[in-house]
């Protein structure tokens, strides 16, 4: 049987459904902020409802057509579905850099979200609707009088919006001033004005020239017969406080412990707090302080000018792509070869990176930098992080409903996947090790940022940067260098372990790799190199 209505009464119903049920984790979040404001006044309060519903009404009447409207209602019902189960179930704002990530993910990361909550709660904020918009008939009276209507249901809603505002001005001037993730909280406005400016800025950047950068980049080390190798091994979502190097109470840290010569930096700050953010950032020559990602997609990066240097360059992945940075190097994707032993469930294992490694080494004839980009401590399926002999904390959380689990359940898992990374740089270490007579080697392994595990109710990483958590910025950090490595730059163990302990950040990563690959170019920063302190020369001079 159908539903009858008249495209107002429709469109002031869809306003009503979005207002409240799709904007659940708004009010959720408004709650939380005024049972810190105590004097808040009621009238103020009682205000918020019908200011909501006042903008989606101008929305939906803007957006609700004869014919469109049948796809439109349906899409934006989907998709905010979506994006209400995770702003309400993981603490995460819909903001620009969200939907940069949300567009530069791919199906196994995309998928790992999916659990039963997710399905019931598709049910009941997208199924049901939807079934209610399909039984409904939606009568649209003649242009002329459509468009009347329209202006007045518009003219009606600013109405209440002007008179809401002259009352309570200012309480809602402090309110969003303080609180600026409300507006990210607003759904559907926040995805799809974030969507916009998305769209914009890859117009703009596709109308813009590239731009070439160290092309002036020389390589000290191109006449020596010893050539230089640096692993360099970037981690994914991994968050400096649990790492034991740092006092967390568990061995997350079991194999690097073991090897000689592993240094800890304990105070490093990422550039963002997503991988499309940080990547290219950290393989930038901009600084998080005045880092552009449109600036980065169009021009080169570290990988360009160690190539223009005549270094052999490999970016080796595990995860959802390089962001940008390895655009122009040789790539390889791991997990394209299917290998049973490590993947599984849609996605591979970290260990998959490893396969072929030292073959590849010891085919390498010239200077060379290897990226391994890992899948890491990715949410929300930590358990899917590593093979079942490295559970070993326990219980676990064996679910994406990470939300669900208790707090000594998620840690666990989180720290399982943690431990796993650490095997894995060791087992680099150790394959470093076997060609240290035919090489300089090194490795240098930092997370792209961290990750909130339900502190405060919030739960994976993506906040904006203003909001963000230190749990989502404070990366671990360690480096290895062999002892050739150490002879050559004049290094001095005992001084870089002093150096480390001073706060770095994201910033000294494309730095210090020219600086240890013996690149000489007008990019580099030697400031910025963390090891250029520690050379003989430099150490001396501070005695």
Same mark, same amino acid.
């Given at each position: 049987?159908?539903?009858?209505?008249?495209?107002?009464?429709?469109?002031?119903?869809?306003? /009503?459904?979005?207002?409240?049920?799709?904007?659940?984790?708004?009010?959720?979040?408004?709650?939380?902020? %005024?049972?810190?404001?105590?004097?808040?006044? %009621?009238?103020?309060?009682?205000?918020?409802?019908?200011?909501?519903?006042?903008?989606?009404?101008?929305?939906?009447?803007?957006?609700?057509?004869?014919?469109?409207?049948?796809?439109?209602?349906?899409?934006?019902?989907?998709?905010?579905?979506?994006?209400?189960?995770?702003?309400?179930?993981?603490?995460?704002?819909?903001?620009?850099?969200?939907?940069?990530?949300?567009?530069?993910?791919?199906?196994?990361?995309?998928?790992?979200?999916?659990?039963?909550?997710?399905?019931?709660?598709?049910?009941?904020?997208?199924?049901?609707?939807?079934?209610?918009?399909?039984?409904?008939?939606?009568?649209?009276?003649?242009?002329?009088?459509?468009?009347?209507?329209?202006?007045?249901?518009?003219?009606?809603?600013?109405?209440?919006?002007?008179?809401? /505002?002259?009352?309570?001005?200012?309480?809602? /001037?402090?309110?969003?001033?303080?609180?600026?993730?409300?507006?990210?909280?607003?759904?559907?406005?926040?995805?799809?004005?974030?969507?916009?400016?998305?769209?914009?800025?890859?117009?703009?950047?596709?109308?813009?020239?590239?731009?070439?950068?160290?092309?002036?980049?020389?390589?000290?080390?191109?006449?020596?017969?010893?050539?230089?190798?640096?692993?360099?091994?970037?981690?994914?979502?991994?968050?400096?406080?649990?790492?034991?190097?740092?006092?967390?109470?568990?061995?997350?840290?079991?194999?690097?412990?073991?090897?000689?010569?592993?240094?800890?930096?304990?105070?490093?700050?990422?550039?963002?707090?997503?991988?499309?953010?940080?990547?290219?950032?950290?393989?930038?020559?901009?600084?998080?302080?005045?880092?552009?990602?449109?600036?980065?997609?169009?021009?080169?990066?570290?990988?360009?000018?160690?190539?223009?240097?005549?270094?052999?360059?490999?970016?080796?992945?595990?995860?959802?792509?390089?962001?940008?940075?390895?655009?122009?190097?040789?790539?390889?994707?791991?997990?394209?070869?299917?290998?049973?032993?490590?993947?599984?469930?849609?996605?591979?294992?970290?260990?998959?990176?490893?396969?072929?490694?030292?073959?590849?080494?010891?085919?390498?004839?010239?200077?060379?930098?290897?990226?391994?980009?890992?899948?890491?401590?990715?949410?929300?399926?930590?358990?899917?992080?590593?093979?079942?002999?490295?559970?070993?904390?326990?219980?676990?959380?064996?679910?994406?409903?990470?939300?669900?689990?208790?707090?000594?359940?998620?840690?666990?898992?989180?720290?399982?996947?943690?431990?796993?990374?650490?095997?894995?740089?060791?087992?680099?270490?150790?394959?470093?090790?076997?060609?240290?007579?035919?090489?300089?080697?090194?490795?240098?392994?930092?997370?792209?940022?961290?990750?909130?595990?339900?502190?405060?109710?919030?739960?994976?990483?993506?906040?904006?940067?203003?909001?963000?958590?230190?749990?989502?910025?404070?990366?671990?950090?360690?480096?290895?260098?062999?002892?050739?490595?150490?002879?050559?730059?004049?290094?001095?163990?005992?001084?870089?372990?002093?150096?480390?302990?001073?706060?770095?950040?994201?910033?000294?990563?494309?730095?210090?790799?020219?600086?240890?690959?013996?690149?000489?170019?007008?990019?580099?920063?030697?400031?910025?190199?963390?090891?250029?302190?520690?050379?003989?020369?430099?150490?001396?001079?501070?005695?």
């Amino acid at each position: 049987m159908k539903i009858r209505l008249n495209s107002i009464t429709y469109t002031m119903l869809v306003a /009503a459904f979005f207002a409240s049920m799709q904007n659940i984790a708004f009010w959720e979040r408004l709650a939380a902020i %005024f049972h810190t404001m105590p004097n808040a006044s %009621f009238g103020f309060k009682l205000s918020l409802p019908f200011m909501m519903f006042a903008i989606m009404n101008v929305l939906f009447t803007l957006l609700i057509w004869p014919l469109i409207h049948r796809i439109v209602v349906p899409f934006l019902i989907v998709a905010s579905a979506g994006a209400t189960y995770a702003m309400t179930q993981y603490g995460v704002v819909f903001n620009y850099g969200m939907i940069v990530s949300v567009i530069e993910t791919d199906i196994g990361e995309a998928t790992s979200y999916l659990s039963w909550s997710v399905c019931f709660w598709f049910f009941a904020l997208a199924v049901v609707p939807l079934l209610l918009v399909s039984q409904s008939k939606i009568r649209f009276y003649s242009l002329g009088r459509e468009l009347l209507l329209k202006t007045v249901n518009i003219i009606a809603s600013l109405l209440i919006v002007t008179c809401v /505002a002259s009352l309570y001005f200012k309480d809602y /001037a402090s309110l969003f001033r303080n609180h600026k993730e409300l507006a990210s909280a607003i759904n559907p406005t926040n995805y799809i004005t974030a969507t916009v400016r998305v769209a914009n800025n890859r117009l703009y950047e596709a109308n813009q020239p590239f731009l070439q950068i160290g092309l002036d980049a020389q390589n000290s080390n191109l006449t020596n017969s010893r050539k230089n190798l640096m692993v360099l091994v970037i981690g994914e979502t991994a968050r400096a406080e649990n790492s034991a190097f740092n006092g967390y109470e568990k061995e997350t840290n079991a194999f690097l412990a073991k090897q000689d010569g592993v240094i800890n930096y304990p105070n490093v700050t990422s550039c963002g707090t997503c991988t499309a953010v940080s990547v290219p950032c950290m393989f930038s020559n901009m600084s998080k302080a005045n880092y552009s990602a449109s600036q980065a997609r169009n021009q080169e990066g570290l990988l360009d000018i160690l190539q223009h240097a005549g270094v052999n360059v490999l970016w080796k992945n595990n995860n959802s792509g390089c962001k940008g940075a390895c655009d122009r190097v040789t790539y390889i994707d791991a997990r394209d070869t299917n290998n049973k032993r490590y993947c599984q469930w849609g996605s591979c294992y970290d260990g998959i990176l490893l396969e072929g490694l030292e073959q590849h080494i010891s085919s390498l004839k010239e200077d060379a930098v290897i990226v391994l980009h890992l899948l890491g401590s990715h949410g929300p399926t930590y358990y899917k992080r590593y093979p079942e002999e490295f559970k070993r904390f326990t219980p676990t959380c064996d679910t994406a409903d990470i939300q669900n689990c208790s707090r000594e359940a998620l840690m666990n898992t989180y720290d399982n996947s943690l431990l796993y990374t650490d095997y894995l740089l060791s087992e680099v270490i150790d394959i470093l090790q076997q060609h240290e007579n035919n090489f300089n080697t090194s490795m240098l392994y930092v997370s792209d940022h961290g990750e909130s595990l339900g502190e405060n109710g919030v739960y994976l990483h993506g906040l904006p940067a203003a909001i963000a958590p230190e749990s989502q910025t404070h990366v671990p950090m360690v480096t290895w260098l062999s002892k050739h490595t150490l002879v050559k730059h004049g290094l001095e163990q005992r001084c870089l372990k002093q150096a480390a302990q001073q706060p770095i950040s994201h910033d000294n990563f494309f730095h210090s790799v020219l600086g240890l690959m013996d690149i000489t170019t007008s990019e580099y920063q030697p400031e910025l190199d963390i090891f250029s302190s520690c050379t003989t020369q430099q150490h001396k001079a501070t005695q």
